[in-house]
């Protein structure tokens, strides 16, 4: 089946959670004209608190599933499943593979107290990836790199919440030290992350300049669908269907919240993914 016949196919985005969410957003007011299949294995997350093996089976499963979907590219939703995956499943996979790399490189070029904080999870944090771009973007240019991670801030987010007092009290802990340290430009590494700002902006102002990879995703998956001759032909009207390993209810309504709308039909329950107990080792 050649290009041409696969161009109407969606787009996968794959993710633990509602984090991908965010990369979703951004697709989707660039190219309306697509249709995507999101998948969440909301039943595992959070994927960040957990060693590299068990991430690494839960991924291949859930890429199994989506492919069923017959999609056409693979856009993997979070940095920490980039971490462990990306490279697995290019070897694997014959579709265009998509990942979300902690954008290190434009919040160095937008840096001027040559501090930049990083605030993602345990599992980017500790992982090669952004050993790797602190690396080849950060230390050439004499940039320090601070990197952050509070395990409780992405089942927050799974639950919805957004701006609460217990979750402004996680980020005053986690971002104090960061100001304090001159960090100007905050690194939203994680893609729940971006869901973070208004609350971070409420308690800090003007500290932090935002980056994350939500652009550089979009811009990536438009010149991948163009050169490979997959991207759905003008005047198509684009769909979305979301799918969802955990709580159905709660995903519609996490959904709901964070995309400010979205019919309660287009949510629907995945067929689950074994439930992993999480590893004690740590990347």
């Given at each position: 089946?050649?290009?041409?016949?696969?161009?109407?196919y969606p787009i996968?985005?794959?993710?633990?959670?509602?984090?991908?969410?965010?990369?979703?957003?951004?697709?989707?007011?660039?190219?309306?004209?697509?249709?995507?299949?999101?998948?969440?294995?909301?039943r595992n997350a959070?994927?960040?608190?957990?060693?590299?093996?068990?991430?690494?089976?839960?991924?291949?499963?859930?890429?199994?599933?989506?492919?069923?979907?017959?999609?056409?590219?693979?856009?993997?939703?979070?940095?920490?499943?980039?971490?462990?995956?990306?490279?697995?499943?290019?070897?694997?996979?014959?579709?265009?593979?998509?990942?979300?790399?902690?954008?290190?490189?434009?919040?160095?070029?937008?840096?001027?107290?040559?501090?930049?904080?990083?605030?993602?999870?345990?599992?980017?944090?500790?992982?090669?990836?952004?050993?790797?771009?602190?690396?080849?973007?950060?230390?050439?240019?004499?940039?320090?790199?601070?990197?952050?991670?509070?395990?409780?801030?992405?089942?927050?987010?799974?639950?919805?919440?957004?701006?609460?007092?217990?979750?402004?009290?996680?980020?005053?802990?986690?971002?104090?030290?960061?100001?304090?340290?001159?960090?100007?430009?905050?690194?939203?590494?994680?893609?729940?992350?971006?869901?973070?700002?208004?609350?971070?902006?409420?308690?800090?102002?003007?500290?932090?300049?935002?980056?994350?990879?939500?652009?550089?995703?979009?811009?990536?998956?438009?010149?991948?669908?163009?050169?490979?001759?997959?991207?759905?032909?003008?005047?198509?009207?684009?769909?979305?269907?979301?799918?969802?390993?955990?709580?159905?209810?709660?995903?519609?309504?996490?959904?709901?919240?964070?995309?400010?709308?979205?019919?309660?039909?287009?949510?629907?329950?995945?067929?689950?993914?074994?439930?992993?107990?999480?590893?004690?080792?740590?990347?």
């Amino acid at each position: 089946m050649g290009p041409s016949s696969q161009a109407s196919y969606p787009i996968g985005i794959l993710d633990s959670g509602v984090g991908g969410l965010s990369i979703l957003r951004a697709l989707q007011q660039a190219m309306p004209h697509e249709s995507f299949v999101y998948f969440g294995d909301s039943r595992n997350a959070p994927y960040g608190a957990r060693g590299e093996g068990d991430i690494l089976r839960l991924i291949q499963q859930a890429a199994d599933k989506l492919l069923r979907r017959h999609i056409k590219l693979l856009v993997l939703g979070s940095s920490t499943i980039t971490t462990v995956a990306l490279t697995d499943l290019r070897s694997r996979l014959t579709l265009p593979i998509i990942g979300t790399d902690p954008a290190v490189d434009l919040a160095v070029d937008a840096t001027r107290s040559k501090t930049v904080a990083v605030l993602c999870t345990r599992a980017t944090a500790h992982g090669k990836l952004l050993d790797d771009l602190v690396a080849r973007f950060a230390t050439p240019k004499g940039v320090r790199v601070l990197r952050a991670w509070h395990n409780d801030l992405v089942p927050m987010l799974e639950r919805g919440e957004t701006d609460t007092a217990a979750l402004r009290a996680i980020l005053r802990d986690v971002l104090a030290p960061l100001a304090a340290a001159s960090a100007d430009q905050l690194v939203l590494a994680s893609t729940h992350f971006t869901f973070l700002k208004p609350a971070i902006q409420a308690e800090f102002g003007d500290a932090f300049g935002f980056v994350d990879s939500a652009g550089t995703v979009t811009a990536e998956v438009t010149t991948t669908l163009r050169r490979e001759g997959l991207t759905t032909p003008a005047g198509e009207r684009g769909s979305t269907t979301y799918l969802f390993t955990g709580d159905l209810e709660l995903a519609r309504a996490v959904v709901a919240a964070l995309l400010n709308s979205v019919p309660a039909a287009e949510v629907t329950v995945a067929e689950k993914l074994p439930v992993q107990s999480p590893s004690t080792s740590s990347l």
